[in-house]
C-alpha cells in the first residue's frame, strides 16, 4: 500500500478555529504535522471544553470513546484526529506549534491521567483481558455538582457504556465536582451482554 499524500508540508504554527453558534458543537481536528504531537501542549482558547474525546480501536470488542483532559500528557500520531468541544462563537481556536511535535509513538492504550492541582481516581471496567470502558472523577471545590465546562459528557459506545450521572442525570466520563465525606456519586453500567464485569482503580 502507497499513500500519496500531495501538496506542501506546513511548518510552523497552525491555528484550527471550531464553528460554532448559540449552542455548543462538537468537531473533528486533525492533527495539522506530518509529526507526531502532545496536546497537553496545545493552546486552548477560554471557550474550548477542558476535555477532548478519542476512538480507541482497542477498547471493548469493537472499539470506543473514551476522554482525556487537554492537561494529561496524550500523543497523538501524524494523520490522527480527535473530537472536541467548542462552547461559544467566540475564542474556540486550538494553537498548534512547533513545541507541540514529539518523537514520542503514540501508545495503543489509553494514557495515564496525570495532574498536580486536583485529587482524582480512575475506574475501569474490565473483564480478564478486555478493557471495556472508564471514568474519570476529579475532585474540585470550585465547580459544581452538576454538569459543567470541568466535565465530559459519556459519548455511547456499542459494546458497553460506564459514566457516572451528574444532579441533572447526564452522562458524564470525566466528572469534576466538590467531594466531602457526605459525597455519593452515582455510577451508571448499560449493556447487552449477560456477563460479571470487574471496576478497578487504575490511578488514584
Known amino acids: 500500500l502507497i499513500l500519496n499524500l500531495p501538496g506542501q508540508v506546513q511548518p510552523g504554527d497552525q491555528e484550527s478555529f471550531m464553528h460554532a453558534d448559540k449552542y455548543p458543537s462538537y468537531q473533528g481536528i486533525a492533527n495539522p504535522y506530518p509529526s507526531s504531537i502532545d496536546l497537553s501542549l496545545v493552546t486552548r482558547n477560554s471557550n474550548v471544553a477542558m476535555n477532548y474525546w478519542v476512538w480507541n480501536p482497542l477498547q471493548a470488542t469493537m472499539g470506543g470513546y473514551s476522554s482525556i483532559p487537554f492537561k494529561s500528557k496524550n500523543i497523538i500520531p501524524a494523520f490522527g484526529a480527535f473530537i472536541v468541544k467548542a462552547n461559544d462563537p467566540a475564542n474556540n481556536s486550538l494553537l498548534f506549534t512547533e513545541n507541540c511535535k514529539v518523537n514520542d509513538i503514540g501508545s495503543d492504550s489509553l494514557p495515564a491521567i496525570h495532574t ?3 485529587y482524582f481516581v480512575e475506574l475501569r471496567l474490565e473483564t480478564d ?3 471495556w470502558d472508564r471514568i474519570v472523577l476529579f475532585e ?5 455538582s452538576g454538569f459543567d465546562k470541568n466535565d465530559a459528557e459519556k459519548f455511547a459506545n ?3 457504556n460506564f459514566y457516572s450521572l451528574s444532579r441533572e442525570q447526564k452522562m ?4 469534576t465536582r466538590p467531594v466531602n465525606n457526605e459525597s ?4 451508571g453500567l448499560q449493556t447487552n451482554m449477560s456477563r460479571e464485569f470487574i471496576i478497578r482503580v487504575a490511578a488514584v
Do not use: G, R
Not at 140 to 144: L, M, Q
Not at 172 to 175: A, E, F, K, N
Not at 184 to 187: P, V
Open 116 to 118: 498536580d492541582d486536583a
Open 129 to 131: 483481558s478486555i478493557f
Open 140 to 144: 474540585v471545590d470550585s465547580a459544581k
Open 158 to 160: 456499542n459494546d458497553v
Open 172 to 175: 458524564l466520563s470525566i466528572d
Open 184 to 187: 455519593t456519586i452515582l455510577l
